[in-house]
């Protein structure tokens, strides 16, 4: 009678104390590429007085649509080129990431806090808070967000704090929906039902139970919501609608720049191609964070 043969685990023995989710991701390159994309558009937006090699508003109209130094005619202190009044057009990229970032974040994360209350408050309670709340969230998905927010900026005003409020308080549809999803299979559990025999009252169970079960989901639609957030206020500062002029935007960028695509094409392209990978990279971590709070999808 032969031995049973010994499994081997192929993992490295370095690396068998990690998780395989994060081992799964270590291996990803486009994860990494994503996330050191994002990581470098976070530090210039943090540090871009540091960063930005001049003033974002200084203005310098004998430099004015200057292309960029690789280029013919380039200016050697303008690696981007200028703008139409002579700007400098990559300080401009890094102090509009500063903005698209906190809009961003902000946006997200209000629309996650609400999200996340009505969310618990539907799936959990049940009944007519159940269905009033849901309504209301087919009301406003009835809407298209981005014409909801230009209604309000409208009425309200522009404003980068009005951008933020109006963006998180149209964004919390997506939240809502998939915490009552999850609320509605967690509270059946024997944990909810030992919670309630114990005297614990509704909002301790919300709060204390169910809460940290749904944070997972909640990280990853909140991942995927900053990159909305970020291409809607790009959308409202194209139109003339988000924040003030004398902040920097990608989307001002792109409106500046859009007459001036026949012959000056950095102007547009460069913001363009800022904004384009930025959510890209937002949205590829998303599914990051996704599949690191579910190794099983990793398994093949």
Request: glycine content about 10%; some cysteine.
């Amino acid at each position: 009678m032969t031995a049973p043969t010994p499994t081997t685990d192929p993992t490295p023995p370095a690396a068998r104390g990690i998780p395989s989710g994060v081992r799964a991701v270590l291996r990803n390159r486009l994860a990494l590429a994503a996330m050191a994309v994002l990581a470098a558009m976070a530090l210039a937006g943090l540090f871009a007085p540091l960063v930005a090699p001049h003033d974002p508003n200084a203005q310098d109209l004998l430099a004015r649509l200057r292309p960029p130094a690789w280029l013919d005619g380039g200016a050697p202190g303008h690696l981007l080129g200028t703008d139409q009044l002579g700007r400098d057009l990559l300080s401009r990229l890094v102090y509009g990431a500063r903005v698209s970032l906190l809009v961003g974040l902000s946006a997200a994360l209000l629309a996650g806090v609400i999200g996340a209350v009505v969310g618990l408050v539907s799936g959990f309670l049940g009944g007519w808070p159940d269905r009033v709340l849901m309504r209301l969230a087919d009301i406003q998905l009835a809407f298209p967000s981005i014409l909801l927010a230009l209604a309000i900026v409208g009425f309200v005003g522009s404003g980068l704090w009005t951008v933020i409020l109006v963006l998180g308080g149209t964004g919390w549809v997506a939240y809502a929906r998939v915490v009552r999803s999850e609320v509605l299979s967690l509270r059946t559990r024997d944990f909810v039902t030992e919670a309630r025999a114990i005297g614990a009252g509704d909002l301790a169970i919300m709060r204390r139970h169910l809460l940290p079960n749904v944070m997972a989901p909640l990280a990853t639609i909140g991942t995927l919501q900053v990159a909305a957030a970020i291409v809607a206020e790009a959308s409202l500062s194209y139109l003339g609608l988000g924040v003030p002029k004398e902040i920097v935007t990608w989307g001002a960028m792109l409106s500046d720049g859009q007459l001036y695509l026949g012959t000056s094409w950095w102007i547009a392209v460069f913001p363009g191609l800022a904004l384009m990978c930025t959510a890209l990279a937002i949205n590829v971590t998303g599914d990051v964070l996704r599949d690191v709070a579910d190794p099983k999808a990793y398994r093949r």
